[in-house]
């Protein structure tokens, strides 16, 4: 466990144990949302047998980085902490984790879902899904971009593998 606001790792991470880390010595938190995503068995129609992640180290860390920042001026946020993993994945294996700690709880769960669609649509991780079928890369959906645009954030999304 890592005390810092970002962690890009192929390790497991444990959701109670970084929320305490988060909250520690805080008196001022009367809030925590928190996230978990975890990779499916099926997308679009078809079983997926795992999944692999790769990402651009360094860009990608300064890229949520930045992010975090903005939740931080949007929102009377007073913490959070993003950790996403990399490498092959199995189905029902957690693949994100978003918490944040506020005051109060319409800014932590808004914070909390402003960083989710962000890091959706615009951080630099590309996602290759394994099925019986063969391995295909997963484009972006417009469904993501929308999520994002209500923010105000009007991006292209990146879906091409780093070669």
Same mark, same amino acid.
């Given at each position: 466990?890592?005390?810092?606001?970002?962690?890009?790792?192929?390790?497991?991470?444990?959701?109670?144990?970084?929320?305490?880390?988060?909250?520690?010595?805080?008196?001022?938190?009367?809030?925590?949302?928190?996230?978990?995503?975890?990779?499916?068995?099926?997308? #679009?129609?078809?079983?997926?047998?795992?999944?692999?992640?790769?990402?651009?180290?360094?860009?990608? #860390?300064k890229s949520i980085e930045a992010m975090i920042d903005e939740?931080?001026?949007?929102?009377?946020?007073?913490?959070?902490?993003?950790?996403?993993?990399?490498g092959a994945l199995a189905p029902a294996d957690q693949i994100?984790?978003?918490?944040?700690?506020?005051?109060?709880?319409?800014?932590?769960?808004?914070?909390? #879902?402003?960083?989710?669609?962000?890091?959706?649509?615009?951080?630099?991780?590309?996602?290759?899904?394994?099925?019986?079928?063969?391995?295909?890369?997963?484009?972006?959906?417009?469904?993501?971009?929308?999520?994002?645009?209500?923010?105000?954030?009007?991006?292209?999304?990146?879906? #091409?593998?780093?070669?």
């Amino acid at each position: 466990m890592s005390t810092s606001r970002v962690s890009i790792q192929t390790e497991d991470f444990d959701l109670s144990a970084e929320v305490a880390q988060l909250r520690a010595g805080d008196t001022g938190v009367g809030a925590v949302a928190a996230f978990v995503g975890t990779v499916r068995d099926v997308s #679009e129609g078809q079983g997926v047998q795992r999944m692999e992640l790769e990402h651009y180290p360094g860009m990608t #860390e300064k890229s949520i980085e930045a992010m975090i920042d903005e939740a931080q001026q949007r929102f009377r946020i007073r913490a959070a902490r993003v950790i996403h993993r990399v490498g092959a994945l199995a189905p029902a294996d957690q693949i994100v984790m978003v918490a944040v700690t506020s005051a109060h709880r319409g800014d932590a769960f808004q914070a909390c #879902e402003f960083l989710m669609d962000y890091l959706k649509t615009q951080a630099p991780f590309w996602k290759k899904e394994h099925t019986p079928e063969g391995a295909r890369w997963v484009d972006a959906r417009s469904s993501d971009d929308a999520a994002l645009a209500r923010w105000g954030i009007h991006a292209a999304n990146a879906s #091409e593998p780093p070669s």
